[in-house]
């Protein structure tokens, strides 16, 4: 043992450095104490930073988020209002024509016999063109009318036959409320429009005489959301999904939905939600119109803390510059403190080539200098401590060596057995014969020159030679009945798996003269091998068959659980030994082990 190793596994750091579970064993201890200072001051320092930049990074974030989240709340609040308040303009002045009882009375007259519509027309014109004067953003207002009597000019007045189904039906089921619906070009208009609607009727009839329409330009809506799409994107829809306008001119008329999948969590009246829509994050805030419609407004992260990832940056470039500046004093330091230990270091050295003459200068009165003071009178112990271990352990490997030597040869015992057997065969003793012989093959194989691994056909040849012993005990008693794919004869087992239960159906379940019948199986199940033992012996209880599972030193020397135990240790969990068996009946082995296995000390 060297000395450098003995100063090495000494000092607070190395025992704390051993109870790091981080760090690999032996990385610090093989460090410069230089290079530990430094190792110990990132620890220090950079945790703290990296916490400080988390937190900033955090709190930025956190704060910029909440400023954002509560301009975009104004922002659809804004919106909200200013569209609504437009809407109901708009539904005011449909009011206007609603409770216009001149334009009900020209609608409702039957002029088959009168010639006075046209002062109708002239009524229903100077009306109609005055309120689009007054709102250049409508487009249209036309009148569909039932009166079959009333002539259409194509342009205010149409027969109820030129309205869309789908509008008709909408306004009819709204029984004089206003229905608001947005299309493209259905009336060959040259824009794409807001439709207002609603039926005109008398207030003691309940069938309309007609319905009103008014045609608004799509840029009334867009006007509203123009400023605000800014770094953000604004969508005004309909109750089903419907983009009515947005500054993303791609998705007008198209369905929000389909471009992000929100629909379900747009089920309140208002709220905002955080999404991830094709690998990027978005917020979303969202409130309902009175009339069904919704106003959406949805921002990308990276636009949102744009601002704060450049804080972040330049806060790592500050704090970097912080830890260059910090370790480049630390060298300094560092440097001036370790040059005392290094000067030591070499005298420690000079001691480790044999060299045991210290002359180490006087070092001051500090922790260094008086280890130097001690250190000088040490030497001569330390040198003597070093002979003394060195020759321990030259005494100690001598001693291991020579218990090896003194092992036992299993050539040995197949030698005296085959002494035996030739004995045997001498004085013509031919039970003795066989037996002797059997037995040599027996241990030839449950040795196997220390080796835990055989093939298959060798463990079947081991039960057969076993049994070959037991016939000669119990004769006639015993009968065995052989069902081998031979197939499998190639495959490797650990040694004395199968022995162990051929041994208990012949010490415990032999009840009477007749003997017993015991069959072995080999197959193959999938990609695992399936060997069996199964006897019409005396059975066992559910209790004994408890206990033979659990009993670790049964005759045989491998009990059940130990040939379970080894089975499971050596090819996993999935593989072991399963026993059925029934009173009177019998038992049945099942040992299951892998097709193919790999064996790590073999």
Not at 316 to 344: C, F, P, Q
């Amino acid at each position: 043992m060297s000395t450098e190793k003995i100063f090495e596994r000494s000092g607070v750091w190395t025992r704390l450095y051993h109870k790091l579970p981080f760090v690999p064993k032996g990385a610090l201890t093989n460090l410069r104490l230089r290079h530990k200072f430094f190792f110990i001051f990132l620890i220090v320092i950079i945790i703290p930073f990296s916490m400080l930049i988390y937190y900033s990074y955090s709190s930025t974030r956190t704060t910029i988020t909440e400023q954002t989240y509560t301009s975009l709340e104004g922002t659809l609040a804004q919106i909200n209002t200013n569209v609504e308040n437009r809407l109901d303009y708009y539904n005011q002045l449909s009011n206007i024509l609603y409770m216009d009882a001149q334009l009900r009375n020209y609608l409702s007259n039957d002029y088959e016999q009168a010639f006075y519509y046209l002062d109708a027309f002239e009524y229903i014109n100077r009306t109609l063109q005055a309120m689009m004067i007054l709102n250049s953003k409508i487009q249209g207002i036309t009148i569909y009318s039932n009166n079959q009597t009333l002539y259409t000019d194509g342009e205010f007045v149409k027969a109820m036959g030129d309205l869309p189904d789908s509008i008709k039906s909408k306004t009819l089921q709204a029984a004089g409320n206003t229905v608001y619906t947005h299309t493209d070009d259905y009336a060959a208009a040259k824009d794409s429009h807001i439709t207002i609607s609603r039926s005109l009727s008398y207030f003691s009839l309940q069938q309309p005489y007609g319905i009103l329409t008014l045609d608004i330009n799509d840029s009334e809506l867009y006007s509203m959301i123009q400023m605000e799409n800014n770094n953000k994107s604004v969508y005004i829809i309909d109750s089903e999904g419907r983009v009515i306008s947005s500054g993303d001119e791609h998705l007008n008329s198209k369905q929000l939905f389909d471009v992000f999948p929100i629909k379900a969590r747009m089920d309140a009246n208002s709220g905002k939600f955080d999404a991830q829509i094709g690998g990027q994050e978005r917020f979303f805030t969202y409130k309902k119109l009175s009339n069904g419609w919704s106003i959406v407004i949805t921002v990308p992260y990276n636009e949102l803390l744009s601002n704060t990832n450049k804080a972040t940056k330049q806060i790592i470039w500050v704090s970097g510059i912080a830890i260059a500046v910090a370790i480049l004093l630390l060298y300094v330091t560092t440097k001036i403190l370790t040059k005392r230990i290094e000067l030591l270091l070499q005298q420690i050295r000079r001691m480790e080539r044999g060299e045991f003459s210290p002359s180490i200068t006087f070092m001051g009165h500090d922790e260094i200098g008086q280890l130097s003071f001690a250190f000088n009178k040490m030497a001569a112990k330390i040198q003597s401590l070093i002979h003394d271990v060195y020759v321990k352990g030259i005494a100690m490997k001598e001693s291991e060596l020579n218990t090896l030597q003194a092992q036992i040869n299993p050539h040995f015992l197949y030698n005296t057995l085959s002494s035996i057997s030739s004995l045997a065969l001498k004085e013509s003793a031919m039970q003795v014969y066989q037996m002797v012989n059997y037995l040599a093959k027996y241990y030839r194989v449950s040795l196997n020159k220390g080796k835990r691994v055989i093939l298959i056909e060798q463990e079947i040849n081991l039960v057969k030679n076993y049994i070959a012993i037991q016939e000669i005990r119990f004769r006639n008693k015993l009968r065995m009945h052989y069902d081998l794919d031979q197939e499998l004869f190639g495959r490797t087992t650990i040694k004395l798996i199968l022995q162990p239960f051929i041994e208990n159906c012949i010490n415990h379940a032999i009840w009477d003269e007749s003997g017993i019948n015991i069959i072995v199986k080999l197959q193959q199940v999938g990609d695992d091998i399936l060997l069996q033992v199964i006897d019409d012996g005396i059975g066992m209880t559910p209790l004994q068959l408890a206990q033979a599972l659990n009993k670790t030193d049964n005759l045989s020397g491998y009990g059940i659980h130990n040939v379970d135990e080894r089975i499971r240790l050596t090819y996993g969990e999935r593989y072991g030994i399963e026993m059925f068996s029934r009173p009177g009946i019998g038992t049945s082995v099942s040992i299951r082990i892998p097709l193919q296995a790999s064996y790590s000390d073999e």
